[in-house]
């Protein structure tokens, strides 16, 4: 492999707090290590048009605090085609570019896995994702600030539930994953947490609900993932109000609030430590993997294994949850 003199960097897919602070680690460990280094603005889109530009060190100053992205992200359908694909070779090779490190979830993986195989072009990922939901790290840049974002809003709903005795259900992000609704179940006191790995029935509910209800409690707050096979928020609190009317059922959709917001400590330094790693590992000769970590540990993950194996959460999480809300 020709010697690395100049990498890329770009963010894809859906924001997530921490992104600009690895994005700062990356230039940063490549201007240490007298590399040259470059944005890419849009991510793949950017990368197909040639919406590249130069970095220093003082063009990421101030923002490790910031959430978001300064390089923007975007959906690329050109990107999808091999035409496209093609095209955004050519920009990389003419801004002289040698490698290049992506800053996503699963999709953004995936093309540089495919990107990586048809033109033999270095590529490392970071796991930039409040999902959490990648095989090779236990922690994605993300996840720490957003699930803090969930707690700070439960606790405030739960003032509310107490001062009427209400009952609210809590919608958090998660489609295909719950693992943002797992671990608020477990740190916010919920009665129940509902994600999309298993279904729970209305009648389990309505039952747990009753116990609580003799067991005198003032206030229930129920946390759901946005993909849960039992329904949203929205529609559980209805099938609730038909079988249980005595209930004053609440929705609150928590939204992209949990994308927003400045990165937590954890997050920072997460970002920070797998930035660091990207560069290093690619002007090692490594390719087409992801950095993650591991048991406090750097590892090294291949994208095909990173974006096939499904991460799945820990049942004992769920059996704590359970236990904790009685």
Do not use: W
């Not at 280094?37 to 923002?63: F, K």
């Not at 849960?228 to 109000?241: F, I, P, Y």
């Not at 990207?278 to 000769?285: I, T």
Request: contains cysteine; aromatic residues 6%.
């Amino acid at each position: 492999m020709k010697p690395i003199k100049k990498i890329a960097v770009f963010t894809s897919g859906g924001d997530a707090p921490g992104m600009n602070a690895a994005v700062r680690a990356v230039v940063r460990a490549a201007v240490y290590n007298d590399v040259q280094v470059a944005g890419i603005y849009r991510g793949y889109e950017g990368m197909v048009e040639g919406d590249i530009e130069e970095l220093d060190v003082r063009s990421v100053n101030h923002i490790l605090q910031r959430g978001g992205t300064f390089l923007k992200s975007a959906r690329s359908d050109a990107f999808r085609t091999k035409e496209g694909r093609a095209k955004g070779y050519q920009k990389l090779l003419q801004k002289g570019i040698d490698a290049v490190v992506a800053i996503g979830g699963d999709g953004t993986f995936t093309g540089a896995h495919i990107f990586n195989k048809e033109f033999d072009f270095p590529f490392i990922g970071i796991p930039g994702t409040i999902d959490n939901d990648l095989d090779g790290t236990d922690y994605t840049i993300g996840f720490d600030t957003a699930l803090n974002t969930v707690i700070d809003a439960v606790d405030k709903i739960r003032d509310t539930a107490a001062s009427h005795n209400r009952l609210f259900f809590v919608e958090v992000m998660g489609r295909d994953a719950g693992f943002i609704a797992a671990h608020a179940g477990v740190a916010s006191g919920a009665l129940a947490t509902l994600i999309p790995e298993r279904e729970t029935s209305i009648e389990s509910i309505v039952e747990k609900l009753d116990e609580a209800r003799r067991k005198n409690k003032t206030s229930s707050v129920i946390i759901v993932a946005e993909g849960g096979k039992s329904g949203d928020a929205t529609e559980l609190a209805r099938q609730v109000a038909e079988k249980a009317p005595y209930y004053d059922a609440k929705v609150t959709i928590l939204g992209h609030i949990q994308r927003g917001g400045s990165p937590s400590c954890f997050d920072r330094n997460l970002a920070s430590r797998l930035g660091v790693a990207a560069v290093e590992n690619l002007l090692n000769g490594e390719r087409d993997c992801m950095v993650g970590i591991m048991n406090h540990k750097i590892v090294l993950t291949p994208f095909a294994k990173a974006i096939t194996d499904k991460l799945t959460i820990d049942p004992e999480l769920i059996r704590i949850a359970d236990i904790l809300s009685i």
